[in-house]
């Protein structure tokens, strides 16, 4: 149960950053530090505001969304007037400087995280039981799942798109791209955070790394791995790098070798990765 918890809140992170890459064309490698803020708002509200906001998840929740799409508005707003290899460098930049932020906050546990006493509480449910909070997890996913292809299929969707194919023909037909990334942007960091305030309930532990730039490659391999531009993309990706780890680690502590070799397979026999294999790009 905790396993399938882990594979839905990684899959949740993958489909935000997705729907930058797979479907905006915006290649960020900064995607972990909304992830890691999400988290460590409810660390710090689980510390600080014991017993108001951060015992509450429907209030600390949402926080940890605002909290980090207020800093993708942030971040974006410099990020997204650079493109190509330069756009991928500075999100690189802002998330790395955050991670040394938070390592150096020794009243936030520095560079040895924070531990959250214990998980958020919802009406009505126990979400200190394994089992009950899985399945909050999943009605989550499901629900960010049906709002990322209801998105896809608007004509924001249709816009963002358009601006990966062709961003200056997009701007000559009138459409103001900047403010479209913009959106997507802010859109994807909100669910990050969201997938972050989850995996410290999920762990009950908040650190620094999550919001290291190996994160955030992570999340990029399982998007690449389950499918750019789907919208099973991110649970294909994360479902397969997952086990993949499972099972890997057990042979070898060389594991990352392999998934390397089959990601090659991937690049090279199923450009589409997983999703590609059984569904239409949307």
């Given at each position: 149960v905790s396993f399938g918890s882990r594979v839905l809140i990684m899959a949740l992170l993958a489909s935000s950053?997705?729907?930058?890459?797979?479907?905006?064309?915006?290649?960020?490698?900064?995607?972990?530090?909304?992830?890691?803020?999400?988290?460590?708002?409810?660390g710090i509200a689980s510390s600080q505001w014991a017993g108001t906001i951060g015992e509450h998840a429907f209030l600390a929740w949402p926080l940890a969304m605002l909290a980090s799409g207020a800093l993708a508005a942030a971040i974006g707003t410099i990020s997204l007037r650079t493109r190509g290899v330069y756009f991928i460098m500075i999100t690189l930049a802002f998330a790395q400087m955050l991670y040394y932020v938070f390592v150096s906050l020794k009243a936030f546990g520095g560079d040895d995280g924070m531990s959250l006493a214990t998980r958020s509480r919802l009406p009505g449910l126990d979400l200190g039981s394994d089992v009950t909070f899985y399945y909050v997890v999943l009605a989550l996913f499901a629900a960010a799942l049906l709002f990322l292809g209801r998105l896809g299929d608007s004509r924001f969707g249709v816009v963002l798109r358009g601006i990966e194919d062709n961003e200056l023909r997009m701007e000559s037909l009138g459409f103001a791209t900047y403010r479209f990334k913009l959106a997507a942007f802010v859109i994807a960091g909100a669910l990050a955070g969201l997938a972050g305030a989850l995996m410290a309930n999920q762990n009950s532990f908040v650190s620094p790394n999550m919001m290291h730039w190996e994160q955030s490659g992570v999340a990029l391999v399982m998007v690449v791995l389950g499918g750019l531009g789907y919208l099973w993309g991110g649970f294909a990706g994360a479902a397969a790098f997952l086990v993949l780890e499972e099972v890997l680690s057990g042979f070898t502590k060389h594991w990352q070798i392999a998934l390397g070799a089959i990601m090659l397979g991937v690049v090279f026999f199923a450009p589409r990765g997983v999703a590609g294999l059984f569904s239409v790009k949307r």
């Open positions: 950053l997705n729907l930058l890459v797979g479907v905006g064309g915006m290649v960020s490698l900064g995607h972990a530090a909304f992830y890691g803020f999400g988290a460590y708002v409810v």
